[in-house]
DNA sequence: GTAATTTGTATCGGGCACCTATGTAATTAG
DNA sequence: CTAATTACATAGGTGCCCGATACAAATTAC
């Protein structure tokens, strides 16, 4: 719990982390899937129906940003908004058949790109990068 | 050069890093710096002055982008725009000495909440993010 | 049981950061 | 010298996110 890690080495992470997204981004200009609903997509895949605060603390983000990110991939099919038995304020985002199980064929769109690039490692660095994304997944979400 | 990766672990990936990204813009709500911002600086930081397009270039991102960028660096005394003595359109853009070596104080108020997180792993759990960080700027800048 | 408070979501308005398209000035090609 | 190109600035527009507020349902107080 010391501070094992330099500010400047935190620094050249923060900056590398801002421009290969960028990279990913202009490698696919027209996602049709915004970051946020994308997260959205992968909290539903991972943890089941979830409910809209949740899912603003999770990913993290406001409570209206995801009220709208749902609403668009309620109308694009890959969500069901179902009302909460247990509670009539809540509602309970369901992930559809058609996105559930692979997951959207848009998701895996930015994926494929992401892909592609760590495709241009060796196999051993790209394992490094995903373990590294696990363990800043760790990092954001302590479950 | 073969698909080494899946689609299902990029996504994975790149769903922890939207994630990541926004949980420490979270815990800095008024960087007073933006992502394009701090990456000039970085890359100025890194390479002496440069010239806009190629600022843009770099980063990525489109030469616009960068003009503002630089206007409120510059109003911020971080950077400096010179005439470029060899070509009369261009500019060079020169970190100022009060961001320079350091790096900007600003700057390092992200960084730093980033090495709080990365200083909950262990010493050797850092030091592979920060790996996997020098790997993903090679896949974005491949000097 | 009624009133007051709390909780979950929707809506409204706004702002920031980025883009494309275009304009202007300097350079290069012929 | 003229035309085409290049480097940057500016204008206009859009996407994505947030805070504040409104509303409905549930909970708590009495």
Not at 29 to 33: E, K, V
């Given at each position: 719990m010391t501070a094992a890690v330099s500010e400047e080495a935190a620094l050249e992470l923060l900056v590398s982390l801002h421009r290969f997204l960028r990279t990913l981004r202009k490698a696919r200009?027209?996602?049709?899937?915004q970051p946020t609903q994308l997260v959205v997509l992968a909290l539903l895949a991972q943890y089941g129906p979830l409910r809209i605060g949740v899912i603003a603390d999770r990913i993290p983000c406001s409570q209206p940003t995801v009220t709208a990110a749902v609403a668009s991939l309620e109308s694009a099919g890959l969500v069901r908004r179902e009302p909460d038995p247990a509670d009539g304020r809540a509602i309970r985002v369901v992930i559809t058949e058609s996105s559930s199980?692979?997951?959207s064929t848009v998701a895996h769109s930015q994926a494929g790109a992401l892909a592609e690039r760590l495709g241009t490692l060796s196999p051993q660095d790209a394992q490094k990068v995903l373990e590294a994304g696990r363990l800043l997944r760790r990092l954001t979400d302590p479950d």
């Open positions: 200009p027209d996602p049709r899937l199980g692979t997951m």
